[in-house]
């Protein structure tokens, strides 16, 4: 039996309404903030055992730093569920709540989870990951459950960039199967995109095995294929004709991949590594190529050997 323990859980949006009822359905005291709610953070965040972000991309470093000015207890440990990387500094949500708590452990979860489906409690398996061990395996028990399945992984920054990487993946997959392109495509598709999530996922500085496992293929393989996912979605409906901005102004919550897909470029074009369907779908968002042009830009680059 799991001791019960006070988690607070910093966004209110799909992922963190999900994680709020995985965690009071094992008995733990839940406490709910969001930016739109009537509780104060401080309150929220007080003597609180588990800090866990489930906030957009965009909203970390102001939450990360509004929590550094809240009475903590010096035993908290800090969770992130958040899949993006912020624009002007490229670093992930991990490196912004550790540069903000330096001396508190940081625990990154991520996993094949679309948070419609934990909501009917169908069963999914994610992953925990932290330089501290001890504090991943106690989120490993918070959060285990009959219907979800944790592991522990020793490479937080590779598992954080499998969710994170993946979302632009989702956006070509959507776009795939919105132009009806078959399943060999697809097949393609999600594969060279694997390639291509290692390959920069290495030059950041993530072990390869880990894009093998949940946070990466396995997340890959949901995002890829599910019409819950936002990033799928606006790949799909991109390539029935709409535009991003009315997408996004339809879409049921946030899909990071868009930005992502931008910071990633940036670190390509700065770094020089080959990312030919990042730099697709980059330009699909920026209305530079139409779904059919970025498909055949990609089938008609120069042929070379599978392992370059
Ligand atoms: N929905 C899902 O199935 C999953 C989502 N995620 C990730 O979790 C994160 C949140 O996703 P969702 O809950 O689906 O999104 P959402 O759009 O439903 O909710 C986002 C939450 O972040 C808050 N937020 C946004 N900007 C903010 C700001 N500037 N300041 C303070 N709060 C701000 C919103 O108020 C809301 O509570 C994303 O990074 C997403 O990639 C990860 C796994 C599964
Ligand atoms: O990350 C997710 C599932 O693991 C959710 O995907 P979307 O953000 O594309 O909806």
New binding site residues.
């Given amino acids: 039996m799991v001791q019960e323990t006070t988690i607070a859980i910093?966004?209110?949006?799909?992922?963190?309404?999900?994680l709020a009822n995985l965690a009071a359905a094992n008995g733990h005291r839940v406490r709910l903030w969001?930016?739109?709610g009537t509780e104060m953070l401080q309150a929220v965040v007080q003597d609180a055992q588990i800090v866990l972000s489930?906030?957009?991309?965009?909203?970390v470093r102001?939450?990360a730093s509004q929590v550094q000015s809240c009475p903590l207890s010096p035993e908290t440990i800090f969770v992130t569920?958040?899949?993006?990387l912020e624009p002007q500094t490229t670093a992930t949500p991990t490196q912004i709540w550790q540069a903000a708590f330096p001396n508190h452990p940081v625990v990154v979860l991520?996993g094949p989870?679309?948070?419609?489906e934990?909501q009917k409690s169908l069963p999914a398996a994610t992953v925990v990951a932290s330089n501290i061990y001890t504090a991943a395996q106690k989120v490993q028990l918070l959060f285990s459950s009959p219907r979800f399945r944790v592991y522990t992984n020793p490479d937080p920054l590779g598992v954080e960039l499998g969710?994170t990487l993946k979302?632009v993946m989702a956006i070509a997959a959507g776009v795939c199967d919105g132009l009806q392109l078959g399943t060999n495509a697809k097949a393609a598709l999600v594969t060279r995109g694997l390639t291509e999530m290692v390959r920069i996922g290495n030059f950041l500085g993530a072990k390869t095995e880990t894009f093998y496992g949940l946070s990466g293929l396995g997340d890959l393989l949901a995002t890829c294929n599910s019409p819950?996912?936002?990033n799928y979605q606006v790949g799909y409906q991109m390539a029935c004709g709409k535009t991003l901005t009315n997408i996004l102004a339809n879409l049921?919550?946030?899909a990071?991949g868009v930005n992502t897909c931008q910071v990633l470029m940036q670190l390509a074009q700065q770094q020089n590594i080959y990312m030919p369907i990042t730099e697709q779908v980059y330009r699909l968002l920026q209305s530079e190529v139409t779904p059919q042009q970025a498909l055949d830009e990609l089938m008609l680059r120069n042929i070379k050997p599978e392992y370059h």
């Avoid at 489930?54 to 909203?59: L, V």
């Avoid at 989870?113 to 419609?116: C, E, V």
């Fill in positions: 910093l966004g209110a949006g799909a992922w963190g309404a999900a969001s930016r739109q489930a906030i957009s991309m965009k909203g102001t939450v569920a958040t899949k993006g991520s989870n679309l948070s419609a934990i969710g979302n819950l996912s936002r049921p919550g946030t990071e």
